[in-house]
């Protein structure tokens, strides 16, 4: 990573200095600008903004609206948004509002100033009570359940808006003053504003300065000067309808006969997608061969978060801080135990503390702990500190997957179904009730041996060719044996053998946090603790008690020379559960549409030749799988992922992450290297 990204990084990681002006209103001294109109920060927000773009005209009768934002500040723009969209009652059934900020105020500044401008109600109180810790990405909050997206782009405003996963209908620009700020006002930031315009989005924002009007028409709009707000003279409105689009426009939302899908494997990944499309209004056929949800690789007793930290914030680093965060935020409950990263040697440890210093990361989430400190927080001596990360928790998968599946599941009694049935089992038929909306019927016994489209529904069949459910849209959330179904030769997938050892209660008798390094170790609720993982190529789930021993060696080595008896431990251990972990060649799950390998290696040499050809993907064929070690974390985002894809809405994280995660990142890579054929 550059340094200059690397500063990026950091700032957003800081948040912003807050100072009150002699007449009370919020200031900011680095930039040394008012938070709002000196008129009036509501009136400003709908004078300026919401009818600065048309709102009300624009969003009336529509599915879906977005709104862009450079600048959240105090959130005024966006809970008058807010405001009058519950107002409204020709409103849109959902509204999206990305708002890119690179200095965050921290909860307490912020309700100090909205304080100030006299704000209130539940939605301040919704606002407040979710607001994320200062770190760069995206962040999302819900209001209205769920009919409103709030998602804090919390970056630098050039490098964050080319990577947003949202297509605009309108656009606030409300970032200190040009003089004051001038990187918020840039032509190229305009233009990266311009690629995210679906036809006809508007804009609006307080500043009439002559540099913003010509980057605007430089990036395509038509702009206008308004009359001005709160004695200034002037502002801009503007609508996006260039001569020409140097670029593909922002894909619509996908149209689908019915909203019904089937999903394939009832593991932590199927029953978290299940749930966000069943969110979302979607009816959901939940198939599974097993007789109840989270067989196989995630029948363990306890999962824990494998939060990645590293220096350069790479692409693992940054998935599984999203995914984290958007766990915590979908399952509060009780405050996460936390999690000890164990340093492997005093190197070791100082480069933790050197990668803590670069990334700037609140305590709240990261912070280097020595073995004293580390010793307090988990309840057992070790070899030496590590990184200490509050929010990572364990969870009982099984009771994981349940909570997913509730209230909205139908369990489906007795055998499988038999031919008559079949068809009736998921969507396919497009008359649900308004009572079936958003339910999940479970349907377990169910081996799906292959999956055929016909006629626009994709069919899941099994081993006689009958029809086990049909729909638009099929998921595949079934681990190693997605890839068989979908026929996908180019993503090669190793079937990893993992075991788990269950210690007696006295064996680690005060460990109350994960510990996490060459092995981990969690605390079960009843107690005792559970170690892992085994890694290796093994093909059978018979226990092996020579993995057990690696295990608690591994273990050892984390542990406090006195503690550190590996022997000791293995007479008060047992066998945990067995199971197999697929993963891919770069240890990122595959998420997303599924490409069509066969219409693609039909013109691999045109596809090699341009880099920026959409590549042709299966319509309604989805994935969620390869999660390996982290389907705790995986899950969660992977569902939201395809659930953003499939229905329509901002995606939680940024595009290029979007793209890491991608089913067809391997064709990518087999094109670029002239390898497909």
């Known amino acids: 990573m550059s340094a200059a990204n690397l ?241 593909s426009p922002p894909s619509g939302p996908l149209s689908w006969p019915w909203r019904e899908a089937v999903v394939v494997g009832a593991g932590l990944a199927g029953t978290a997608v299940a749930s966000a499309l069943s969110r979302r209004g979607w009816r959901v056929a939940l198939l599974d061969r097993h007789s109840a949800p989270c067989a196989e690789g995630s029948a363990q007793p306890l999962v824990a978060d494998h939060l990645h930290v590293a220096p350069d914030d790479n692409p693992l680093a940054r998935l599984s801080r999203a995914a984290l965060l958007l766990e915590r935020a979908h399952f509060p409950g009780p405050a996460p135990i936390g999690k000890l990263q164990v340093a492997d040697s005093d190197a070791e440890h100082e480069q933790q503390a050197a990668c803590m210093r670069a990334l700037g990361f609140p305590e709240h989430f990261v912070r280097v702990l020595d073995a004293e400190a580390a010793a307090d927080a988990t309840g057992m001596r070790v070899s030496r500190g590590g990184l200490w990360l509050p929010l990572c928790d364990a969870a009982d998968p099984a009771a994981r997957c349940q909570a997913q599946l509730q209230p909205r599941t139908t369990p489906a009694t007795g055998a499988p179904p038999d031919q008559d049935q079949r068809t009736d089992l998921a969507a396919g038929s497009g008359s649900s009730e308004p009572s079936d909306v958003g339910a999940i019927v479970f349907r377990p016994g169910c081996e799906v041996a292959r999956i055929d489209l016909r006629d626009g529904l994709w069919h899941a069949l099994a081993t006689d060719g009958g029809t086990l459910a049909c729909a638009p849209v099929l998921v595949l959330a079934n681990a190693g044996d997605a890839v068989r179904l979908a026929g996908q030769g180019a993503i090669a997938l190793r079937r990893v053998r993992g075991q788990t050892t269950l210690l007696a209660r006295d064996a680690l008798p005060g460990l109350r946090a994960v510990l996490g390094g060459d092995a981990y170790a969690c605390p079960l609720p009843g107690g005792g603790a559970l170690v892992g993982s085994s890694f290796d190529d093994g093909d059978t789930l018979a226990p092996d008690p020579q993995a057990d021993l690696s295990n608690l060696r591994r273990l050892s080595r984390m542990l406090a020379p006195e503690d550190a008896e590996p022997e000791r431990l293995f007479a008060a251990s047992r066998p945990g559960a067995c199971g197999f972990r697929f993963v891919a060649r770069d240890r990122l799950p595959l998420v997303g549409q599924l490409p069509d390998e066969a219409a693609i290696r039909s013109r691999a040499a045109e596809f090699a030749r341009n880099d920026r050809l959409p590549l042709p993907m299966l319509s309604g064929l989805y994935g969620a799988f390869a999660f390996g070690s982290r389907g705790l974390l995986w899950s969660g985002l992977a569902a939201e992922i395809l659930a953003a894809e499939i229905d329509g809405g901002a995606a939680p994280v940024e595009t290029d992450l979007l793209a890491a995660l991608a089913p067809a990142r391997f064709l990518r890579q087999q094109l670029r290297r002239r390898r497909l054929r």
Request: hydrophobic share 45%; with cysteine.
């Open 7 to 247: 500063a990026n990084l950091a700032a957003a990681s800081h948040c912003a200095d807050l100072a009150f002006d002699d007449a009370g209103r919020p200031y900011s001294p680095r930039y040394r600008d008012v938070y709002r109109s000196r008129a009036g920060a509501s009136g400003e927000a709908r004078a300026v903004f919401i009818d600065g773009c048309r709102l009300r005209e624009r969003w009336r009768g529509r599915d879906r609206f977005a709104i862009v934002e450079l600048g959240f500040g105090l959130g005024v723009n966006f809970l008058a948004t807010l405001a009058a969209w519950r107002a409204d009652p020709q409103r849109p059934q959902r509204l999206d509002y990305v708002s890119v900020e690179l200095h965050p105020l921290d909860a307490d500044s912020l309700a100090q100033a909205l304080a100030a401008f006299g704000a209130d109600g539940d939605d301040v109180r919704g606002l407040l009570d979710a607001w994320p810790l200062p770190l760069p990405g995206l962040h999302r909050i819900r209001f209205a359940d769920g009919g409103v997206t709030l998602t804090l782009a919390f970056g630098d405003a050039e490098r964050m808006a080319g990577r947003l996963p949202v297509a605009a209908d309108a656009f606030y620009l409300d970032g200190f003053a040009p003089s004051r700020n001038p990187r918020m006002w840039s032509p190229g930031l305009m233009k990266s504003l311009a690629r995210l315009a679906r036809p006809g989005a508007t804009l609006a924002t307080y500043s009439a300065a002559h540099a913003v009007r010509e980057a605007l028409v430089q990036a395509g709009f038509e702009v206008r000067l308004a009359p001005g707000f709160g004695g200034k003279l002037e502002r801009i409105v503007a609508e996006y309808a260039p001569r020409w689009r140097t670029h």
